[in-house]
């Protein structure tokens, strides 16, 4: 076989079963059984060395034929779901949730790294993170707001992880709450955007408190206490 250049990390080829010729009949061809790597710029991406040796009943051998095979990924993760599970209660304007993002990649093993919209800004994020949702008149609009303090919601909110137990990463709107969620490879292929279900304050949505239990808050779906996220076939 020639060698391959740009093959996407999912079109790699096994090795092919190879004859030789010799002035023995019995000549027989080893088929690599074990691909020699050399990692690329990111984890996506790799050379595949791959000998083929002959050797006949005097076991005289040689590798006859080396193949070189280019590995390349330009291909993103693929979200499947995006999951806002509720922390405590649910406050009139503001509340605790964990993000729980489940994506895969087909040529990165490693982990992906994970980005949110929300009104034109982009904030870094982790899987499993806490973030808080505030219900906020500001002349600013939406925005995103990182910030170690408490506001007067969080002073005057029980300590039930719905404020100031819920890490410095605020999401600030007087409007409905919609995340969208990106991830990313170690070669910088990003995902479809993926968005969360709404959420809104003050009747605007689903009160968890009405049921006194810890809700869910999926892709594509309403709030809906008893699942977990919407999955993107």
Known sequence: PGNLT??????V???????????????TVATPNADVITPGACAGTYTIKRPWTATDACSNSTTTLEQTIGVVDTTGPVIDSVTLTLQGKKHKKHACYRMDIVASDAC?????????????????VTNGQLIQLHRKKSKKGCRIKIDGGSSDDDNNAEDDESSADCGTLKFECDGEFVLNVTATDDCLNPSASVPTAPITFDGGGHNH?????????????????????????
């Open 108 to 124: 990165d093993d490693g982990d992906l790294e994970y980005t949110v919209e929300f009104n034109g800004q982009q904030v870094s």
């Open 209 to 233: 408190d009405d049921h006194g239990s810890h809700g869910n808050e999926g892709v594509g779906n309403g709030v809906d206490d008893d699942t977990s996220g919407h999955a993107h076939n």
């Open 6 to 11: 740009s093959v996407e990390c999912s079109d």
């Open 13 to 27: 080829p096994p090795a092919e079963n190879l004859g030789a010729s010799d002035c023995d009949p019995s000549v």
